[in-house]
């Protein structure tokens, strides 16, 4: 079932918060407050320990094990008599001879007959069977000695030694103990069989008569594995698992006495007993949903104040869930310093997280999570009665004060200095009223400085992994995009070096309009810098990369222009995606033209081209309008930069008045209805681009041309 939009979104908002509170109920060692104390072996116990609940004691799994072994070990192999296998071994014998005499009557192969059978015979074996006489001696030996198999022999590859000292013998219903040796293997059977051979009158016949006898052999000892596996088992299975029953009321351990091996088993089973009987379960099923509801609740909270104070933040689940993911990762850090060195909350990097999301966002907002974040932690069962509350909320605000827009990678230094200050304030401040002696105080001090240190390296190794995540632009990757070796911005300057003066004059010009009004200057700058690089496609369609030669323009028909003045956008875009421009850069690409007309080529389509001219679509940008106060301010600036080079005779005045009509104009035009600018705000741009463009176009002092200088009237002078 789908979810109403509204509700959807915040519900997928709010599904972090249990997130989070789940990832510190996994990271953070149980809570045993419920549970009875344990006691080392060799330990004083302070107190008597009553059981208040009876309980067994388990005995210890090896003890048990070998005593079931011991137990099984008991079990002696059983052999079961089978006296008429020896006669259903003759009877097979008499039918196999029978065969044979039948075949040697019809005069058909013995070897055959045989093989029918299931026995292959040599050829030599064939030729022995040929005879008579010699077939029916081997037939009466062969006989005979199978039914004397009836006094007990066990099957070949079975021997007496391997059975043991003593075997039970099973005839019938009876069972009897006999020793092991007493039981004839298979060699005993051809060692008195061998007295009944015939005599060898045949080469070869002692041997056939031994083979026969395998052949038709069938075990009148049979050695029962599966059953005396199954009584060793039921043995096995006997042992009783219980070492000692603990009755309620009874006394474990005595104040006072050595916890000896015995006592220990009876504290360790009693804390299990508490942890699985209805009373423990109850207790640490509340207590989880206490830990978890509290945990939730605060994770919410930080949620509301993004919702009211940076709804752009709450807006975008990346960034939301980001706040989350830094939080997370402080929260299972804490979790491992509780399970191995609970006494260091100055170890906790709550720093890591808030510089990452100062870094990312600003100060204010990293602030805030700070404080939630230390509120987390300081409700964590692990820290109860610690200092965490106090250093994790003390650093993590320190933190974000501690940085606000990096410019300069040194800036980090500053920070790491900020927060170990804070640290040190902290270690000095708790420990002298804790009357901790000085070593500890110091020890502290410097664990808070080796915190930042590591804090600050890390955020700066995760940011651009975060950044990527959120989509986000910090100012040093507007730093890095604004060097002029880059490869656009080198390619700009050789291929299109009109629009590349263009875009360094509007970046000046919209940094400081952007300054002004409290936005950010220089991804206005940086912006700017690439906003116009789909030019680079065809520069020399673009003014202010042609000469004094003819436009290729005034071979086109108004409407193809018009495409191509279009088309830089979209080959803008192309660029941007080729050189993986972060999207607040690309934004500038189509928003700093919006969707205005290109009134140049419109004006002559209504004279050349009275069709296409209808289709004013054909003559307006595609869009979209500006999004951002720098987008907005960068489609002012790109007007007035431009325009204002038709002047003659700029004065302040006339600069004035041609940036108020430039404005006005686009404001008409509804461009900046999507943007977040107010109308103060654009009067100070305004008043921003006067101030640029006044002392631009100020008037320079002439000096003669003796002196290395030119006059007004040196153009018309050096004009032939």
């Not at 706040?323 to 709550?350: D, Q």
């Not at 700093?592 to 296409?612: D, K, Q, V």
Request: charged share 20%; proline share 5%; with cysteine.
């Amino acid at each position: 079932m789908r979810l109403p939009g509204a509700v959807g979104r915040h519900a997928a908002r709010f599904l972090l918060a249990p997130l989070v509170a789940l990832v510190a109920y996994l990271a953070f060692p149980r809570a045993d407050a419920l549970l009875p104390r344990a006691f080392a072996v060799g330990s004083v116990a302070p107190s008597d320990v009553i059981a208040p609940i009876g309980f067994l004691v388990p005995k210890p799994e090896p003890q048990r094990v070998r005593e079931a072994e011991a137990l099984a070990a008991t079990v002696r192999p059983l052999v079961t008599a089978h006296p008429e296998a020896a006669e259903s071994a003759a009877v097979q014998a008499e039918h196999f001879f029978a065969v044979l005499d039948s075949a040697a009557g019809a005069g058909a192969s013995l070897a055959e007959a045989a093989r029918a059978q299931g026995l292959a015979l040599s050829g030599g074996d064939a030729a022995v069977l040929g005879g008579a006489a010699l077939r029916a001696e081997l037939r009466r030996a062969v006989i005979g000695a199978l039914r004397l198999s009836a006094g007990g022999y066990l099957a070949a590859g079975t021997s007496a030694a391997e059975l043991g000292p003593e075997v039970v013998l099973r005839k019938g219903g009876d069972e009897r103990v006999m020793p092991g040796d007493s039981l004839r293997a298979f060699g005993d059977f051809l060692e008195r069989a061998a007295q009944r051979r015939p005599g060898e009158r045949t080469a070869g016949g002692e041997g056939l008569y031994v083979r026969l006898l395998g052949f038709f052999f069938r075990p009148t000892l049979v050695y029962e594995k599966a059953e005396t596996d199954r009584r060793r088992d039921e043995l096995r299975r006997s042992v009783d698992s219980v070492q000692a029953v603990v009755q309620p009321g009874e006394k474990i351990i005595g104040a006072h006495e050595v916890v000896d091996q015995a006592a220990a088993a009876k504290l360790a089973a009693y804390r299990s007993a508490a942890e699985r009987g209805t009373t423990g379960r109850v207790r640490g099923a509340v207590a989880t949903l206490g830990e978890l509801g509290l945990d939730t609740l605060l994770m919410v909270l930080f949620g509301v104040i993004c919702f009211d104070i940076r709804p752009a933040i709450y807006g975008d689940y990346r960034e939301l869930a980001c706040f989350a993911a830094g939080f997370a990762v402080v929260v299972v850090a804490a979790g491992l310093l509780a399970r191995f060195v609970p006494s260091r909350p100055e170890l906790i990097p709550v720093a890591f997280a808030v510089i990452l999301l100062s870094v990312l966002f600003d100060g204010r907002i990293a602030a805030v999570a700070a404080m939630v974040l230390a509120a987390f932690l300081g409700v964590q069962r692990a820290f109860a009665g610690s200092e965490a509350l106090f250093i994790t909320f003390v650093g993590g605000v320190a933190a974000a004060l501690s940085v606000q827009r990096i410019r300069r990678r040194s800036q980090v230094y500053y920070s790491i200095a900020i927060v170990t200050a804070v640290y040190a304030a902290a270690a000095m401040l708790s420990g002298t009223a804790a009357g901790e002696p000085a070593v500890a105080i110091v020890r502290s001090a410097g664990l808070g400085g080796v915190n930042a240190l590591a804090s600050a390296a890390l955020a700066m190794l995760a940011l651009p992994l975060a950044e990527r995540f959120t989509r986000s632009t910090t100012d040093l990757t507007l730093l890095e995009l604004s060097d002029p070796d880059r490869p656009l911005l080198r390619r700009l300057a050789t291929e299109a070096p009109g629009t590349y003066a263009h875009s360094v004059a509007m970046a000046n010009l919209c940094e400081a309009a952007c300054n002004a009004i409290g936005a950010n200057g220089l991804l206005a700058r940086v912006g700017c810098y690439y906003h116009d690089i789909g030019k680079l496609k065809h520069p020399q369609y673009f003014a202010e990369n042609q000469t004094h030669a003819r436009s290729p323009h005034d071979q086109l028909k108004p409407s193809l222009s018009a495409a191509v003045i279009r088309r830089h956008v979209e080959d803008g875009l192309a660029l941007a995606a080729e050189h993986r421009l972060p999207d607040a850069i690309r934004a500038f690409i189509p928003e700093h033209h919006g969707t205005t007309a290109i009134t140049y080529f419109l004006e002559r389509a209504r004279a050349e081209e009275p069709a296409a001219q209808a289709r004013e679509d054909l003559f307006r940008y595609p869009g979209p309008r500006p999004r951002s106060a720098e987008t907005a301010v960068a489609l002012l600036g790109d007007a007035v930069e431009a325009a204002l080079r038709v002047l003659d005779e700029p004065t302040p005045e006339t600069i004035a008045d041609a940036i108020e009509h430039l404005v006005e104009t686009r404001v008409g035009d509804g461009q900046l209805k999507e943007a977040p600018l107010t109308l103060a705000q654009i009067e100070i741009v305004k008043a921003e681009f006067v101030r640029a463009f006044a002392a631009m176009y100020h008037s320079r002092v002439e000096y003669p041309e003796e002196a290395g200088g030119i006059t007004a009237d040196w153009e018309v002078d050096h004009r032939d």
